[in-house]
C-alpha cells in the first residue's frame, strides 16, 4: 500500500502515456511516428523512474548493481526523450530527404552515450526525505538533454516562418519547460518530478499538434496525389501574408512569389493517359518540394501549376534555386517523356504592390514569357513536343 502512495503520480503519469500512444497507434499516421516515439521515451522513463524511487530508497535490498541498470535506463529514456522532441522538430521544418540526414547525426549522441555507460558511474545519496543518483551518467544525460533542447529552440526560432503557428505554440513552451525541469532538477535533486514533467509536456504535443482535428486540419491542407501544400492552405496563407506584408506592413525582408506550370501535360494525358499524367505531376513536386528548400511554402495550386512562396530569401537565391529546378527536371531519366517545368519569378521590391495577388499576377506572367521562351527553343522544347507525333499505347 506504502508503494503506491509513494508512486501514486507515476501510476497517473502511466495511464495517460498508455492512453496517448493507443491513439497514436490507432490514429495516428502510419508514416509519422515520432509522436509515437516520444511517448515510449516518456513512458519508459516514468516506468524506470517509479522503480528507482524505490531501488535507490531500498540500496541494501536490491543491491548497487540492479540500482545502476535501473538508472542507467531512466537516464536514456530521459535522453532519448530529449532527442526525439528535438526530432519532432525537426520534422516539422525540414524536407523528408533532409529529415533523413539529420536523424542519424541527431541519434548519434545517444549511441556514444550507450556504448560509454559502462565507464560512467552514477553514485547515490541522501537528500530531504528521500536518496537520489548523480555522477558522471547522470551529468552526461542532463547535459545531452540540455543541448537537445537548446538546439531544438535555436532551430525552431531561426525557421519560425517556415513553421506552422500551432508546431511553433505547442513546441517551444514544452522545449522551454524542459529546459527549465533540466535547471531545477540539478539545483534540487531530490524532486525528482522529470517523469511528471515529461507527461505533461507529451500531453501538450498531443492536444496542440497531434489530437484528431489538428491531423484532420492539416489533411487538409495537403494535396494528397503530391504531399505538399494544396489550393485550400495557398489561399489560407496567401489572406494572412497579404495582411501581413501589404495591410499591417510589418513583413520583413523581400516576399518572392515564382508561378510554376508543367510544360506539355496535356500532350502527356493525351498519348499516355491520365495516369502517366500523374507521375509527370508527382516528379515535378518532388523537383520543386527538394529545390525549393528555402520557400516559405510550396503549393500546388491547379493540375500543372505551382505557386512556391520565398520569404526573407534573396533575389539571387532564389534565382540560382529556379536554375536548379532546370537541373532537377533533367534527372528524371526514367520517365517516358522529358520533365519540364516553365518558372516565372517575381519580387515584392521590384514595383510599388497594391497586394501579395499582384505579386503573383506579375510572376505569372512571366511564367507564360517563360514557356514562349522554351517553345521557341527548339533544343530544349522538341523532346517534349514529341510527345504529341507519338501514339497512345493500347
Known sequence: MNIILILRSEVVCLTILLLLMAYSLICGAKSEKTFLRVCICSLGHVIFDGITVYTVNNIETTGRAVNYIMHFFMYLFAMCFSCEMFCYIIKN???????????????LPVALYVAAMPFLEINYYQGNGTMYSMGSAGAAAFALTVIYMILGAVLLLINIRRVETNVVLGVLPCSILALTVVVIQLLVPELLFTGAVMTIITTGLFFSIENPVAHYMKRAYIDLD??????????????????????????????ICAVCDINCLKAVNDSFGHMEGDELIRAAADVLSKTFEKAYNVYRVGGDEFIAVFIGVSRDRVEGAVADVRKGCKKYTSLKYPLSIAIGIADSCDDDFASIYDVVSLADKRMYENKTQIKDSTSHFEPCCAINRQKAPH
Request: glycine residues 6%; positive net charge.
Open 93 to 107: 521544418i525540414f524536407s523528408a530527404v533532409s529529415l533523413r540526414r539529420w536523424m542519424k547525426a541527431v541519434r
Open 226 to 255: 503530391t504531399g505538399i501544400k494544396n489550393k485550400n492552405c495557398y489561399i489560407e496563407d496567401m489572406r494572412r501574408l497579404n495582411e501581413t506584408y501589404f495591410f499591417e506592413r510589418k513583413g520583413r525582408g523581400p516576399l
